[in-house]
Each structure stands twice: as C-alpha cells, then as structure tokens.
C-alpha cells in the first residue's frame, strides 16, 4: 500500500508541474536593441529566482542605465530603469526565447519612451 501511495504521489507531482509553470527557460542571459525618442541597446541576466538585472546603453549619449526588477512564471517582466528609478522597462519573455516590450525614462528630461525586442543570448 505504502509502494501505491508513493507511485500516485510521485504521478501527481509530475503532472502539476508542467513547465510553463516554472521559470526555468527564462533564466540566463537576454541582450537586444530598444528604439523610440532614444536608441540602443539593453542585456539583462534573469535569475533563478526570478530577479533580473542588466544595463540599458545609448547610442545618442554616453548614458548607461541599470535595469532591475522581477520575471513572473509566465514571463511577464516588470522592470525599472535608473539609478534612482526613473523609469519603466516592462514587456513579456517568451519560452522560444524572444523578447519584446516598452520603456519609459523620465530622467533627465523631457520624458523619453519606446520599444525594444531582443532574445536570449546564453542559459
């Protein structure tokens, strides 16, 4: 009885963690270009844990931002740009290993804004 139970139970653990409900394919390394009132390019590193850090670097300045913020499980990434936060970086990461979204940056001023793509670059 011990030997079914365990069977089931391990039949269960498999079935309820599919792998879209895990952040596994999204960690590692995303690098590609943004493009707006401002161009460039931007790389972040995603951990296991779902935190996710990078650099947003301008081709018109000699700017560099940080990037930093969260992934969800299902790829949605809320981040900020800036050192203090000035600004949005948020979009969706996709399991074939594409990336696109928006940006804000309201430092220095006027407000600049955009969108970027990339993919992933290294696990």
Same mark, same amino acid.
């Given at each position: 009885?011990?030997?079914?139970?365990?069977? @089931?139970? /391990?039949?269960?653990?498999?079935?309820?963690?599919?792998?879209?409900?895990?952040?596994?394919?999204? $960690?590692? /390394?995303? *690098?590609?270009?943004?493009?707006? /009132?401002?161009?460039? =390019?931007?790389? $972040? @590193?995603? *951990? =296991?844990?779902?935190?996710?850090?990078?650099?947003? !670097?301008?081709?018109?300045?000699?700017?560099?931002?940080?990037? =930093?913020?969260?992934? %969800?499980? %299902?790829?949605?990434?809320? *981040?900020?740009?800036? %050192?203090?936060?000035?600004?949005?970086?948020?979009?969706?990461? =996709?399991?074939?290993?594409?990336?696109?979204?928006?940006?804000?940056? *309201?430092?220095?001023?006027? !407000?600049? %804004?955009?969108?970027?793509?990339?993919?992933?670059?290294?696990?």
């Amino acid at each position: 009885m011990k030997k079914l139970f365990l069977l @089931v139970f /391990t039949a269960f653990l498999f079935i309820g963690c599919k792998d879209e409900d895990t952040i596994y394919d999204f $960690i590692g /390394t995303w *690098a590609g270009t943004y493009t707006g /009132t401002e161009k460039g =390019s931007w790389n $972040i @590193v995603v *951990a =296991s844990d779902g935190k996710v850090t990078g650099t947003l !670097d301008s081709e018109q300045t000699t700017e560099n931002y940080y990037i =930093s913020g969260t992934l %969800s499980e %299902s790829g949605e990434l809320n *981040a900020t740009i800036g %050192s203090p936060e000035d600004g949005e970086f948020k979009g969706t990461l =996709s399991r074939t290993r594409t990336a696109s979204g928006t940006w804000v940056n *309201a430092l220095p001023t006027p !407000d600049k %804004s955009g969108t970027w793509k990339g993919e992933k670059t290294s696990n």
